[in-house]
């Protein structure tokens, strides 16, 4: 009877698992503007609605939100299908399971097909902790960046978010968006705009540039700000498309710094680090790159806040990686 309870999403226990952090309703609001405005929007999600904020949709549009429930490779495909039906189809659940468990249905069914498939990962690299390897989202940027013809978003917060997700409406290719768990520091303002493909350069430097990603990139310009504290000259950019990315900024920022560093919670091999490594390869720039993230292991398990210290994914850590770089 006690699980019962638990499991039920009446429950008062499920909604205490399952509450929605703040920086996640950015996804449920973006989604009702676009079906006020007339778009024809619908949104799924496999058992996890109040974990990524759709609840909110579904209250809102109970007729256009799908409940999968554990079923994620089901889901994209059937998200595949109501695209071809001139619907335009949200569907969310962890990225460990939507990157890695449903890469073949995306590629087939989503990317192959060319369909405006919107899919959202969400608890992104290791934010889920504790929950265990099973649930850590470390290689899904290099998975999906993979697949042809799949645009691949890591937004910074919530508000960026948004402004994707509105901005996805004109934009014809598939897209992953590879999104936190919600309660990551805010950034940038709402109504920021923001436009696919292209980088929002914060600072430039001479000594450093950051390239971030993601929920890095908070931690990121908290780590410039203390070097530039010290006389260094470091610059951030963030570069928010992974795919396709930025070729103009990443060249840019080589051009002006000695050295460059790219930031992202996921493995170093295949992301955005081997993303902007292939930029300065082909351009056959002489900039020296490090690409810090997760050094192509297994990551532990522990409490978020605790693992973004050891790989040294918080301010402090990028701030000491950054020093490295410098004195090189």
């Keep these: 009877m006690a699980q019962a309870q638990i499991t039920s999403p009446d429950s008062w226990q ?33 058992d996890l609605q109040y974990s990524n904020g759709l609840n909110r949709f579904a209250s809102a549009y109970p007729d256009r939100y799908v409940q999968f429930g554990i079923s994620e490779q089901n889901m994209v495909s059937a998200a595949a299908g109501l695209a071809t039906t001139g619907l335009m189809p949200f569907v969310a659940t962890f990225a460990s399971f939507l990157g890695l468990l449903c890469c073949e249905q995306i590629r ?10 919107r899919l959202i990962g969400h608890h992104t690299g290791i934010s889920l902790g504790f929950y265990g390897t099973s649930h850590h989202a470390t290689e899904d940027i290099s998975t999906m960046r993979a697949i042809a013809g799949l645009t691949v978003v890591s937004p910074a917060d919530g508000p960026q978010l948004a402004a ?3 901005a996805s ?5 598939p897209i992953y968006f590879r999104i936190g768990r919600g309660r990551d520091p805010q950034v940038y303002e709402d109504g920021t705009p923001f436009t696919f493909g292209r980088a929002i350069t914060h ?25 530039r504290e010290d006389g260094l000259s470091v610059g ?19 051009g002006q710094a000695r050295a460059l560093l790219t930031v992202e919670e996921h493995n170093v091999m295949g992301g955005l680090g081997s993303a902007v490594a292939e930029v300065l390869a082909d351009a056959g720039t ?17 409490p978020p ?10 301010g402090a850590g990028i701030e000491a990686v950054a020093r490295e770089c410098i004195q090189r």
């Design 164 to 166: 994707a997700i509105k």
């Design 203 to 227: 600072s430039t430097g001479t000594d450093l540039n950051i390239i971030a990603c993601g929920i890095t990139l908070h931690a990121a310009l908290e780590a410039a700000a203390r070097l």
């Design 286 to 302: 002489g900039t020296r790159l490090r690409r810090h993230g997760i050094y192509d292991e297994y990551s532990l398990i522990a």
């Design 169 to 173: 409406v004109d934009w014809p290719e």
């Design 236 to 254: 951030v950019i963030d570069m928010p498309t992974v795919k396709p990315l930025d070729r103009e900024a990443v060249l840019a920022a080589a």
């Design 14 to 46: 499920y909604r205490a698992l399952n509450a929605v952090n703040p920086g996640l309703s950015y996804l449920s609001d973006a989604l009702i503007d676009l079906a006020q405005a007339g778009h024809p929007v619908v949104a799924g999600s496999a």
């Design 305 to 314: 806040t605790t693992l973004y210290a050891h790989y040294q994914l918080d």
């Design 108 to 117: 087939m069914d989503v990317a192959y097909t060319r369909l405006p498939v």
